[in-house]
């Protein structure tokens, strides 16, 4: 029957661009919730003509064993081998720091963005520029997996709107924030809103660019972005805060992320910058903090209370954070948590990278690294979390951060997957043939490189960024 299939539904790879309207069997994998995975080996998964999965059969059932035999029937069966696990959700990425990964660590943070940081973004001034860079950085993270991405962009209205563009183009799902920074003491005088009319107005164009966009369905949306509580005065905080209440976009800024940044807003506004941001009017549901190294356990109940979410960024935390963020505290309270690369200040592109980070900062936190203190005195007992709760957050977890049905296969999600493929021939993961369920994805997820990702999709369409020959 398989030579009788119409050309675009044949098993083999050059069957694999467009999803949409298939029923497709493969090797699944995901982790609906934290610390539990689900492997659906040879199960099917039907997708529909909007990119969405309309039914998920695990195989053995009877369900299974129809919807394959009507599927054959009617030439809509396509089979998928390798690993095939839901997209990558960043959630937080610095766009115009692409240019900039891997420089100037060496300092401390306040230092690295007068020095590096904002001279660098105020060249997207340069609209081509941003063009270029953009571009080049919604490839490179479609290429590697990430099929979500929380953008913070410059200040610069239309290179903001080109990096929305850049999304919509390539099918990359997207939350892009042109940032808001006004506050004289903080911010350099050639990098810096004159106003709070002009910030508020800017972060108004980027929207309604957003809203305009002509190819854009539900893949890019907008994000009220305050760079962080130093850089805002209070009136351009409070500004936004009213702002979020009328639009009810999501709001997107730093917490907490470092010694100097939590002594500075103590020392500004008295409390917690927890307590700050939530007294502006910009601790919603549809809040998402950076960082939060610092927050406290009351910090905590409060952002759980407000339904808030936190990008931990465990890379970046090992050079500007001067903590470990206590990931599991913040899940032990209801916290909602998702992982981020933080670009640039984390000098890795890879969400692979950050799962791996996220399980060795747990265990840093909860066995101590002085090794002159005695063991039971060196560490925060119970702090540890594995890699199947790194791999939720980074998928399911990161998609229920912005309440987008993205991270799981299961009916009403988006179809957003990578295929890693343990055989790519310049791949580095390796298998031997005696791996359990939980075994062969962690080996994925430790092991796997750029090269064994081979086909990613996005609503069910492969993007061009991933697509390689198998």
């Known amino acids: 029957m398989t030579d009788q299939w119409p050309a675009s539904h044949r098993s083999g790879p050059h069957a694999w661009t467009d999803l949409r309207n298939c029923v497709v069997s493969g090797d699944w994998f995901h982790a609906p919730a934290a610390g539990r995975l689900e492997r659906m080996a040879g199960g099917l998964l039907e997708i529909g003509a909007d990119g969405r999965i309309a039914a998920v059969c695990h195989a053995g059932s009877e369900e299974h064993r129809t919807l394959a035999r009507e599927a054959a029937q009617a030439g809509r069966l396509v089979t998928l081998d390798g690993l095939l696990i839901p997209g990558l959700v960043d959630l937080h990425v610095h766009a115009p720091q692409y240019p900039q990964l891997g420089k100037g660590l060496d300092q401390p943070l306040e230092v690295w963005l007068q020095r590096y940081t904002f001279p660098l973004e105020a060249r997207y001034a340069d609209r081509l520029f941003a063009r270029s860079v953009y571009r080049r950085l919604v490839a490179d993270l479609l290429a590697g997996g990430t099929t979500t991405a929380l953008y913070f962009a410059s200040r610069h209205v239309e290179a903001t709107c080109e990096l929305a563009d850049a999304c919509i183009e390539a099918r990359q799902r997207a939350l892009v924030g042109r940032v808001v920074m006004d506050n004289p003491d903080q ?113 905590m109940d409060l952002l759980a209370r407000r339904g808030g979410a936190v990008a931990h960024c465990p890379l970046s935390n090992a050079w500007f954070a001067n903590a470990v963020f206590p990931l599991r505290a913040a899940l032990d309270k209801g916290v909602r948590v998702g992982l981020g690369t933080d670009i640039a200040g984390g000098p890795s592109a890879s969400m692979m990278g950050a799962m791996r980070m996220t399980v060795a900062a747990s265990r840093m936190l909860r066995d101590g690294v002085d090794p002159d203190r005695p063991a039971a005195e060196r560490g925060r007992p119970g702090s540890a979390v594995d890699m199947m709760t790194a791999f939720h957050l980074a998928t399911a977890g990161g998609g229920d951060a912005l309440d987008l049905p993205v991270g799981r296969f299961a009916p009403g999600q988006h179809f957003d997957a990578l295929r890693i493929d343990p055989d790519a021939s310049l791949g580095t993961m390796r298998l031997w043939g005696d791996e359990s369920d939980e075994d062969l994805l962690a080996t994925a997820l430790y092991t796997a490189s750029r090269a064994n990702i081979t086909h990613v999709w996005t609503d069910g369409q492969q993007t061009g960024q991933g697509a390689r020959p198998a």
């Open 187 to 299: 911010c350099p005088d050639f990098y810096r809103d004159a106003s709070v009319a002009e910030g508020v107005a800017a972060t108004r164009a980027v929207a309604a660019h957003i809203a305009a966009h002509p190819a854009n369905t539900g893949w890019v949306r907008p994000v009220i972005t305050p760079r962080f509580l130093p850089s805002c005065t209070d009136d351009m905080l409070r500004a936004l805060g009213h702002l979020a209440g009328e639009c009810g976009c999501h709001v997107q800024t730093h917490c907490a992320e470092s010694d100097w940044a939590r002594d500075y807003g103590q020392d500004r506004f008295g409390h917690s910058d927890m307590e700050a941001l939530d007294r502006f009017g910009l601790l919603t549901r549809n809040t998402v903090l950076a960082h939060g190294n610092f927050i406290t356990g009351s910090d």
